[in-house]
């Protein structure tokens, strides 16, 4: 059974910098793509971040790509998103997410969601 754990959420001052942790764990793809969406209340859930360590490429959402940077330890299973320059509009509950090879690029086709975790920006 896939797990992923998120960690590194909570409450932060606008203009300020936050890290996120995934871990996951019973991965059994050959390759796979692990990365971020984040969801507001009343709005569709979007893509923030990808990794694919399929050719190393990363993939950086237009509402955070000026401020966010993606890493991925490969022994670990583990992938890190940083946002700098926080603002209130970054408000939102933030979802690992993996699939298979290329499969990160929409809501339907990850297979494995985390159970999110909360990040609220205070101005």
């Known amino acids: 059974e896939v797990k992923l754990v998120e960690s590194g959420g909570g409450p932060v001052q606008a203009g300020g910098s936050l890290s996120l942790s995934c871990a996951a764990s019973?991965?059994?793809?050959?390759?796979?793509?692990m990365g971020w969406f984040r969801q507001a209340p009343g709005q569709a859930r979007e893509r923030i971040a990808t990794?694919?360590?399929?050719?190393?490429?990363?993939y950086i959402g237009d509402s955070v790509g000026g401020r966010a940077t993606i890493s991925h330890d490969a022994a670990k299973a583990t992938t890190y998103l940083r946002i700098s320059d926080l603002k209130p509009d970054d408000t939102a509950m933030y979802y690992c997410?993996?699939?298979?090879?290329?499969?990160?690029?929409?809501?339907?086709?990850?297979?494995?969601w985390g159970q999110g975790t909360q990040v609220t920006v205070s101005s």
């Open positions: 997410a993996v699939g298979e090879i290329y499969g990160c690029g929409s809501v339907n086709r990850v297979n494995f």
């Open positions: 019973g991965i059994t793809y050959s390759f796979y793509c």
């Open positions: 990794f694919y360590t399929y050719d190393g490429n990363k």
